[in-house]
Each structure stands twice: as structure tokens, then as C-alpha cells.
């Protein structure tokens, strides 16, 4: 694009690429913030979403590579690229600055490749505990388990407040430590054992009263290291992985995944099996939201309300057992096409879902949208602006609540999406009832996508034909697509084997729980746990 | 009409035939302790089980039915197991203030469940303040749940037992001022006094508007007493994980668990004796015949019907409505039952001077 | 559809009807007779407890949506009496292990059932915590929760159905008969190194801080 061409000319420092709407910018590590603030602030086209920050270890060197995209033309990704030869001490300068998720990412990329970040203020592990040896994403990691045995005493409480910071001081760089909270402050613990934190989140809240004045999640209660044991895996293992990610979009995590490895492959995947992929897709996304509606009533007191959402939900729950043998875990995408066609009864039982769930949808509003006390609590909290979700990165269901329009399924149709007519639900006000209401909403568009290709399911071969080994010719491929919760991306680095040397999932839940930092504050603790409902994370997407 | 009356006059006589008058009236408290206590569980049990019945009604599911037929001893099986329960010691506790509150919530719910009139006779203490006593005696709970959660050492137990203080000191308002209507339209406090007025007219019918409007205040007010959904906030089960009773293991939990549901059904029978006549029939003026036919079904039965049908609401609200903030709460008690209940007593008052 | 003639080597078709042996080696046991009395007061104390099994709602992933589900309408564990599903560990009798356990998790999970009161049942629920099931050869995650704490019944599936949770759930419920509660031991713990966690960290239910009593 023309626009992006021009900026790019003006980084002199940068070696740049193009390859299908993915322009590779690499700079060296000295002129990275210059290049980010640059690509952040300028005037024609300000890059203010980043997609994802990839850590890698390339042997000689350890590199961080940034995914930055625009929302005005939200189909171009830039990929700044930097690296590190110091094994040691590596030190590359902060972004978390220029953008409000990158904290979060760079904490990520520091907890598995050792990468210090100069001026962000948090460089705690992310998911690892701290005294954990070794940074377990480097090719020469030991895995002796040895090194690390099974601890038998609770993390120490001053290890999870004390932030080791490395920043610029008059020009000099300083080690310091910060305190999380002041040693008056009154803290209470949620979780990781804790039946509103959707799983093994931990969040500690400083309270006064009932008020929250500060939030700190704290992640790895459930870090299985998916990313570190698909490099030993091959392709087809892997995709056995990542339903175990987001486990109730599990089929959009594996759809998303195939479609990077046959883009790496250029294989030419079966119209049938397009289509089969976007209905399964959109009946998963319709059983999550049913479960996030639940849920989000459940925490909210009413669990009358979670029953009936997961009654409704276990209809589809049959469909998928018919037609894919699983219930949960449906296992039903395989590289080339989908496993195995569709059962005869398919077609007929999903047309007879869609008038019943139109029906239960309504007796859902009569529930509990109507209800005052629920209305009451639900609007006017937790306030989220259209800017900060951006910057915040948190995609999906969340951020179209405050007007961002990031559907990937529009965006970048991919699959059978762009045969289906159907509208981008947006809503502007961004508060707790826009997002809980746009979940009710997004069911009924899926509902629509779902009538329109069901009858239209073309004949022909359901998986293409692919060799016993696959291997993915050398280079780096990466593929988007819309979870139920928000953006799923997979990046793959290949050098020609069976088996990836780098995959990385972007996990839409992990920028989610990064807003309840700053819409949390000054709520109540009732509306902390009824504004995780309706964010509506995954923890074990979070921690891989 | 049958009363229960006939058979405790006959124990009190037979047993004053046979021993000192002294003597007689120990053996009767005795037998009177025992009896009320007993009631009091299997009440608790009924409705433990009455409670997981109408839940899974309301969430299309069918609840148990495995334990005996259509599971009706699934409630005692959980009592032998929660008897048999460890006592956990917990470190860093005050260990006697901790005993105490399990203690103290049970013992005020046993009081106030024993002055309660189920028959005309049937009936542990007829004080002339039995108005003025149940609303006392009921209010003693709010204290062992405030010690459960300070004396248990943690933050969940704390935060919960300071709200359950705010909440049942504001809704103790409404429902005294509540009851206070009725006892301005009977002119007695005496429990008895008060069901035997309402042998033609029911209070809720015979006080017209003003104590149709008490009755629904005292239901919401009551409803929010006994800390259950909507309105239980002090154990708010997804954000305190089990609230003021966190801590407690074992019989001391299960303390509490009785508590709870012998309060719900506590607020109920007040509920039917001030307004719903108590253990009276339902008689309309003038028609004999139906009167007559009402009086054959026993004053017990009646009364247990009216109390289950209040439970049974309890129930229904408890399981369909999500849980108010604490904002909320003390805004609809503060802002919207208070001044109701105040402006109703001068109603009622308007009421009972030019109109009855 | 009936199920005709599956063939395993060295089991027969018979095996598959009803694993009968429990009551059966109690029987044998008992051949020689016991005390009437705490035997039938066994035999109550037994059917209470094996009836009222109050679940710990615990679960770390994807096995947790499963245990939703046997909590709604579909499954309806309330049936058996074990939808009492406590959040606080103090009250309750069973603790599903849903899901994996990793390293920072074992702790918290040891934690947990420390927590608990006697008598204490654990269901290993999945292949994660089971035997690690599909992360075996990750860093991070603890090959099975009996690593940690000792299992009564293990479900296995990835994730298993709400059947056979059920199904695992009767199973204790058997082991649960076959005990004789007054030689229950006093701490049933077959693992040695049981010292049990530091109190007073950041755990879920923090213990220490507000100054209370006596203190």
C-alpha cells in the first residue's frame, strides 16, 4: 500500500519486505523505539494496535519481532523485526509506553527467552514462578527436571510483589526494585482456587472497603508450555494442542492453525471442507458465548440462568458428537480438510437447532436482560473507550463493544465467510452491559451465517490429499482468525522440518485480563467478578 | 375444630394428677425442649429437601431421587455425614469466639422458632410481648455471624460478616416498622391475641391497603434477613467463596446451614401469623357452610400450608434473581423501604381510627 | 444396541457386567463375623456418607466445562445428592482434580487438600491429571496429582464425558461403603514427605493477615 510505503521510507536504519499485506520492517536494536514511536505517532497512519510480540531464539542471537496493525486498514500487518546477540544480558528498549498491552508481552517474551526490557517498570516472570531456572524457550534450555522439581511451598509473597526494573536514570542504566503495594494496603487474594475466576487466574486486589484501587493478575497456574513441546512435535500432534488452548473455541483455534500450515503448503483445501469448518466454527462460537452468558450470571448470582445457557449449549454439544465423535474437544480440522464428512443427520439437526435457539434466545433476554437488579448492575460499570481497548489490544466481542470494528471474520474473510452475508455487531458505549449484550447479539448473526450455508454445503472431497510427512517449506507464516472471545493468531517459523523451530499463539484472553487493571479501579468488589464474566476469558488460553 | 390445645392440657393434667407442681412443669419444659428441638430438625431437613426439589424445577433439571423414594432422605444422609465431619483447628484463631458464633446463630434461631404459635395450644411461651420478642430474639443471629467473621481470621470471613452487619441492621427497620403496622391495627403484641382476632378476617384483608403494603415489606425485608439470594451478600458464593462461614467445618457449618433454612422459614410463619392468620382457617363472613367445611382441616395443616406457600416465594426470587451490589442493597433499603414503612404507619394509623 | 461378545485377551465377556469385587472381599472378610452392633452402625454411618459427597468446585481447565456440565440440566448430578458443590475447602468431602497440574498449581492443590476436613476423597478426573495425558513431555506439568496427593478413583478421558464422571463418582461411592468408619485412620496420607504447606502466603484463602482475636 502506498500510505505504508511512503512511512517505511522514512525509517533510513530499516531493510524492508513485503509479502502478501505483511510488510517485514527490521531494524537494529538501537532504533527500536525510534522506529515504533514513529510507526505509533505519526500523522498519516498511526499503527495503534499491537497484534502480538513474538520472542525468538535464532540460534546466535535472541530477537523480538512486533505485529503492529492499523485500524483504519486493519488487513496490513507490519512486522518489526529487532534482535540481540548478547546470550547473557539481553537487553532490547521498551515499547510498554507506546502501547498499553506491551508490558504485558514484553513480561511474557522475559519469563520464556530471558530478554530484559530497558524502562518497563514490571519484569516479573509472567508465568513462571519467579525462582524458576532457566528461560524455557531457548534452544539450549535444560530440561532436567532436576533443575526444577515440584515445589512444595507456596510462591513467597515478596517475589510476586517486588518488580525488578531495569531503566534510564539521567542517561545511566539502573537495577531497581519497585514495590506492587504499599505495605498498608489491605489485599485480598481471588484465586487461584476461587469460583469466580473463570479457572486458575490469581488476582490480587488492594481494597479500601468495598472499593478496588488496584488489580494484579497473576498468570501460570495452568502454563503447560504448548508452545515449547510443538517444536518437538510434528504438525498434525500439534494441532491436538491447540483445542486444548481455548477450550471452548477449541475448533477456531485448529481451524486457525491449518490454515497457517496449508498456507505454508499453498494447498489447496476442498470448498466442502470450507464450508463444513465455518459452520462447525460458528456453532462453537455459539456454545461459548451460551457458556460465557452463564457464567457471567452465575458470577452475577443467578445460577438459574447458567443452567439454561448450558441446557441450550448441550444441543450443539450433540450435534458435535455426531458428526466429529467429541463433545468438548471436537478434534474435527486435520491439515487438507476437515477428518471425517459430515454424519447424514448433520444438516437436518443443525436447521431444527437454529429456530430452537431463536427461541431459548428470547427466553434468555425475559431472564435476565430484563431484570432490573441485573440492568442496574450491569450499566454504568466498567467503562472501556474505544482508544483504549485498541491500545489495550483486547479483541472480539470487548472491543466491538466500544465501537472497535476488528471482526477478522471481515476484516480478512478466510474459509466459507465470505459466501455468508452477515453484519459486524458493534455497539459504542463500552460498558459492562454493551459487552454482555453484544455476546446475545453475536449469537443470533452466527445463527444467520449458519442458515445461509447449510443448505449450500457443495459436494465433492472433504479433506485434500497430503503427504504422510508434512513438512513446511522454510520461511514464516502467519495466520488470523476470529475466536469466540477475540483475534486468534498463529505464527509459525519454519526451516523446512516436519515440525515447527517457533510457533506462537496469540492469546486474545491475556489482553482481556490486562483491562480489568484499569476498569477495575474504583469499582466494587461484586463488579470486579461481574466485569471478569463479562470480559469472559479462558485462563488456560492465557497460559499456553 | 381440632386443636392441639386438647392434647396439652391433657399431658398437663395428667402429669399434675401424678407429681407435685413443681416437678410437673420440669418434666413439661423438658418435654417441650425436647419437642421443639426435634421439630427443628426435621423441619430443616424437610426444607433442605424441599429447597434442592423446587430449585431443580426452576432449572429444568429433576433433583435428587436416588436416596430413598424420590430421594426424601437425602437431607439425612447429608446430617450423618456433616455429624461425622472433621473439626478443623484453625491457626491463628480465637478459638472460643469462634465456637461461640456457631452457637449463637443456632440458639437465637431456636428461640425465636419456639415462639412461634402453630396451634392454638401448640404454643411454647405466649408472652404479651410476642412481637416485641421474636423481632429481638431473631436480630441476636447478626451477632454470631459478625463474630463467625472476625473471630475466623480472614479476609473473605471479614468482609462478609461486615457486610451481613450493615445489611441486617438496615433490613431490621423495615421489618420491626412492618410489624409495628399490625400491631397497631390488632392493639396487642400478644401472639395469640393477635391470630385469635383474625378468625373472620385475615390482617391482610382486614387492614385493607396499608397492611397489603406492610406485608409485601415485610416479605422483601425478611427475604433479606435470612441472607439468602438476592440478597446474600455476606456469603455471596462466586465473590467471598462461602462468605462469613468460610472457616467453619464440619457440625459447626452445618450450624449455620440449619440456621439458614430455619430462618427462611422463621420469617415465613411470622409472615403468616401477623398477616396471614396464622393457624386460623380461611373463613369469609356470612358463608356458614364454607366455614364450616374450612374448619374440618386442622388449624396445624393450615398453618404449615400458608408458611410453605411464603417459603415456596422465598424460593422462587432466591432463583431467579442475581444478587444485588451492596450499593444497591442499603440504597433500597435507605431510599425505598424505610420511607414507605414510615409513611404506611401513619396510613395505618389513618386506617385504624376513622376507617375500621 | 446391545453390546455382543467384545474380546479382550484374558478377560472374559462376564468381567465387563460388574466389577463385584470390593463387596465381594469384604464379604470374605467379614466371613468370620463381626460385632453386630458397629456393624449395622457402620452400615448407617456408611450409607450417609457415601450418599452426601459434596464436590469442591475446583477445576483448572478444560475438564472443569465438563464438570459444568454434569452440574447442569443434561447430566444432573443432583440426582445422587452431590450438587452441594462448596467453594470453600473446609466444607467439602471430595476435591475433582479437572485438569492439568502444573508446578506453580501443585502447591496451592496440596494447600487444598490440606485444607480439607477428614474423612477426604480425591477423584484424579482426565489423562492430565491422571498421568500428565497429553503434556507429558512438557516442563512444566506435574505428571499426575498422585504425585502430590493421594487418588481414590481416576476417570480417565481427555476430557472423560459427564457419564463417566458419574460412573466414577458411584465407584467412590462404593469405596465410601466398604469402609469401616471407626478404623478410619487418622491420617490416611501413603505418602511420605507429607509436611504440610507453609501458612500464610498468597494462596485463596489467606489466613494471617487480618489481626484477629487473640493475637
Redesign the interface.
Known amino acids: 500500500m502506498k500510505v505504508i510505503d511512503e512511512l517505511l521510507s522514512k525509517l533510513p536504519f530499516a531493510t524492508t519486505g513485503l509479502k502478501d499485506k505483511t510488510y517485514t520492517v527490521s531494524v537494529p536494536k538501537e532504533n527500536l523505539y525510534e522506529a515504533a514511536s514513529f510507526l505509533k505517532k505519526n500523522d498519516k497512519l498511526s499503527f495503534d494496535f499491537l497484534m502480538d510480540v513474538v520472542g525468538m531464539d535464532y540460534g546466535d542471537n535472541l530477537g523480538v519481532i512486533y505485529y503492529l496493525s492499523a485500524t483504519q486498514y486493519p488487513s496490513y500487518i507490519i512486522a518489526l523485526k529487532t534482535a540481540t546477540d548478547d546470550r547473557e544480558d539481553p537487553q532490547i528498549d521498551s515499547i510498554s509506553d507506546l502501547w498499553e498491552s506491551a508490558g504485558l508481552y514484553e513480561r511474557e517474551v522475559h519469563d520464556f527467552f530471558g530478554i530484559r526490557f530497558v524502562n518497563n517498570q514490571d519484569m516479573r516472570r509472567l508465568f513462571l514462578r519467579q525462582d524458576w531456572n532457566g528461560y524455557p524457550l531457548r534452544k539450549d534450555y535444560d530440561t532436567n527436571p532436576e533443575l526444577n522439581p515440584i515445589p512444595l511451598c507456596n510462591e513467597d509473597l515478596n517475589d510476586m510483589e517486588n518488580m525488578p526494573v531495569i531503566e534510564m536514570v539521567v542517561g545511566e542504566k539502573q537495577d531497581n526494585v519497585h514495590k506492587l503495594f504499599d505495605a498498608e494496603e489491605y489485599i485480598v487474594n481471588f484465586g487461584p482456587q476461587h469460583p469466580a475466576t473463570h479457572g486458575v487466574l490469581h488476582l490480587r486486589v488492594s481494597l479500601e472497603g468495598e472499593m478496588i484501587k488496584k488489580v494484579d493478575p497473576n498468570f501460570g497456574y495452568i502454563h503447560r508450555g504448548i508452545e515449547k513441546m510443538s517444536e518437538a512435535y510434528t504438525y498434525p500432534q500439534i494441532l491436538h494442542l491447540t483445542d486444548r488452548l481455548d477450550y471452548l473455541s477449541g475448533t477456531i483455534n485448529r481451524h486457525g492453525t491449518c490454515l497457517a500450515v496449508e498456507k505454508g503448503l499453498e494447498l489447496d483445501v476442498p470448498e466442502r471442507a470450507h464450508y463444513i469448518r465455518t459452520i462447525i466454527d460458528e456453532l462453537t462460537r455459539v456454545a461459548s458465548h451460551l457458556l460465557g452468558w452463564g457464567c457471567m450470571a452465575m458470577d452475577m448470582g443467578s445460577i438459574t440462568a447458567f443452567v439454561y445457557g448450558m441446557r441450550d449449549r448441550e444441543k450443539i454439544m450433540d450435534i458435535f458428537e455426531e458428526t466429529c465423535g467429541g463433545r468438548l474437544m471436537a478434534n474435527y480440522s486435520v491439515i487438507g480438510g476437515v477428518m471425517n464428512d459430515i454424519h447424514p443427520n448433520f444438516q437436518k439437526r443443525v436447521k431444527e437447532f437454529i429456530p430452537y435457539m431463536r427461541k431459548m434466545l428470547k427466553e434468555h433476554h425475559l431472564l435476565f436482560t430484563g431484570n432490573p437488579i441485573a440492568r442496574d448492575r450491569m450499566e454504568g460499570v466498567g467503562y472501556l473507550s474505544k482508544e483504549q481497548a485498541i491500545s489495550l489490544g483486547a479483541t472480539g466481542p470487548t472491543g466491538r463493544a466500544s465501537g472497535w470494528s476488528n471482526d477478522v471474520r471481515k476484516i480478512e474473510p478466510y474459509a466459507a465467510y465470505r459466501h455468508a452475508d452477515f453484519k459486524e455487531v458493534l455497539r459504542s458505549d463500552g460498558l459492562t452491559f454493551d459487552r454482555y449484550i453484544i455476546r446475545l447479539d453475536e449469537i443470533e448473526e452466527s445463527l444467520k451465517i449458519i442458515e445461509q450455508l447449510i443448505d449450500n454445503i457443495p459436494g465433492g472431497a472433504y479433506a485434500a490429499k497430503t503427504k504422510a510427512i508434512i513438512k513446511l517449506p522454510e520461511g514464516e507464516f502467519h495466520q488470523r482468525v476470529e475466536g469466540a472471545r477475540g483475534e486468534f493468531d498463529v505464527y509459525i517459523n519454519s526451516k523446512g522440518d516436519k515440525s515447527p523451530y517457533r510457533i506462537k499463539f496469540r492469546s486474545p484472553c491475556m489482553t482481556l485480563v490486562n483491562t480489568l487493571k484499569s476498569i477495575a479501579v474504583g469499582t466494587k468488589v461484586a463488579d470486579l467478578i461481574m466485569l471478569g464474566g463479562s470480559l469472559d476469558y479462558v485462563v488456560p488460553c492465557i497460559d499456553r | 375444630m381440632f386443636h392441639f390445645e386438647v392434647v396439652t392440657q391433657w399431658i398437663d393434667r395428667f402429669l399434675r394428677t401424678y407429681l407435685q407442681g413443681g416437678w410437673a412443669l420440669f418434666i413439661e419444659f423438658v418435654l417441650i425442649g425436647v419437642v421443639v428441638l426435634t421439630a427443628y430438625a426435621v423441619l430443616a431437613l424437610i426444607l433442605i429437601y424441599v429447597e434442592r426439589k423446587v430449585c431443580a424445577f426452576f432449572q429444568c433439571r429433576i433433583g435428587p431421587n436416588r436416596v430413598g423414594p424420590f430421594g426424601v432422605f437425602q437431607s439425612v444422609a447429608d446430617m450423618i455425614k456433616i455429624l461425622l465431619k472433621e473439626l478443623i483447628k484453625i491457626d491463628r484463631v480465637d478459638p472460643r469466639l469462634f465456637r461461640l458464633a456457631a452457637y449463637l446463630v443456632i440458639i437465637a434461631s431456636i428461640c425465636t422458632f419456639g415462639a412461634i404459635p402453630f396451634d392454638k395450644g401448640l404454643h411454647a411461651v405466649d408472652f404479651n410481648i410476642g412481637v416485641f420478642y421474636l423481632l429481638a430474639v431473631s436480630s441476636l443471629g447478626v451477632v454470631g455471624i459478625l463474630l463467625a467473621g472476625w473471630a475466623s481470621n480472614n479476609k473473605y470471613t471479614m468482609i462478609g460478616a461486615m457486610r451481613s452487619g450493615a445489611q441486617l441492621i438496615s433490613y431490621e427497620l423495615s421489618c420491626g416498622l412492618a410489624l409495628m403496622t399490625i400491631v397497631m391495627l390488632s392493639g396487642s403484641m400478644q401472639l395469640s391475641v393477635i391470630v385469635e382476632q383474625q378468625s373472620y378476617a385475615w390482617n391482610i384483608f382486614r387492614g385493607g391497603i396499608p397492611a397489603i403494603i406492610a406485608f409485601v415489606i415485610y416479605l422483601i425485608a425478611g427475604h433479606a434477613e435470612t441472607n439468602r439470594g438476592p440478597f446474600d451478600l455476606p456469603e455471596a458464593e462466586s465473590e467471598l467463596t462461602a462468605g462469613y462461614h468460610t472457616e467453619y467445618s464440619g457440625i459447626q457449618f452445618g450450624f449455620f446451614y440449619l440456621a439458614e433454612y430455619l430462618n427462611m422459614f422463621i420469617i415465613a410463619a411470622i409472615a403468616t401469623t401477623l398477616f396471614l392468620g396464622g393457624w386460623m382457617p380461611l373463613h369469609i363472613p356470612g358463608w356458614d357452610g364454607f366455614n364450616e367445611v374450612m374448619d374440618y382441616i386442622p388449624p396445624v395443616l393450615w398453618f404449615f400450608a400458608k408458611s410453605f406457600i411464603c417459603v415456596f416465594l422465598a424460593l422462587w426470587v432466591r432463583w431467579t434473581m442475581p444478587r444485588l451490589r451492596i450499593d444497591q442493597l442499603l440504597n433500597l433499603e435507605w431510599k425505598i423501604l424505610m420511607p414507605i414503612s414510615l409513611l404506611n404507619i401513619i396510613l395505618m394509623a389513618i386506617w385504624v381510627i376513622w376507617i375500621i | 444396541m446391545e453390546v455382543k461378545n467384545i474380546s479382550i485377551k484374558n478377560m472374559k465377556y462376564e468381567d465387563f457386567k460388574e466389577n463385584e469385587y470390593l463387596e465381594e472381599y469384604v464379604k470374605e472378610l467379614k466371613a468370620n463375623g463381626v460385632n453386630i452392633a458397629i456393624a449395622k452402625l457402620d452400615d ?2 456408611n ?3 457415601s ?2 459427597v459434596w464436590p469442591l ?6 475438564c ?3 464438570f ?2 454434569l ?4 447430566y ?1 448430578f ?4 452431590w ?2 458443590t ?6 467439602a ?1 471430595v476435591i475433582f482434580c479437572c ?2 497440574i ?7 492443590l ?3 487438600y490440606d ?1 480439607m ?3 477426604k476423597y480425591v477423584m484424579a478426573f482426565g489423562s492430565c491429571a491422571i498421568s500428565g495425558g ?2 507429558k ?6 505428571m499426575g496429582v498422585d ?2 496427593i493421594p487418588v481414590d478413583v481416576y476417570i480417565p478421558g ?2 472423560p ?1 459427564p457419564d463417566a464422571m458419574i460412573y466414577g463418582m458411584m465407584q467412590l461411592s462404593r469405596k465410601i461403603k466398604m469402609q469401616e ?1 471407626f478404623k478410619l485412620p487418622k491420617q490416611p496420607h501413603p505418602i511420605e ?1 507429607n ?1 504440610p ?3 500464610g ?10 489481626k ?4
Open positions: 448407617l454411618i450409607w450417609g456418607r450418599n452426601s468446585t475446583f477445576a483448572t481447565s478444560c472443569g466445562i465438563e459444568m456440565c452440574g447442569a440440566a443434561r444432573d443432583a440426582r445422587f445428592g450438587e452441594v462448596r467453594n470453600s475447602p473446609r466444607q468431602d485438569g492439568t502444573v508446578h506453580k498449581m501443585a502447591p496451592v496440596k494447600r487444598l485444607q476436613a477428614e474423612p497429553p503434556f513431555s512438557s516442563y512444566h506439568t506435574v504425585q502430590i481427555c476430557p464425558r468408619f514427605n509436611e504447606v507453609e501458612t502466603h498468597a494462596l485463596s484463602l489467606p489466613t494471617e493477615t487480618t484477629g482475636g487473640d493475637q
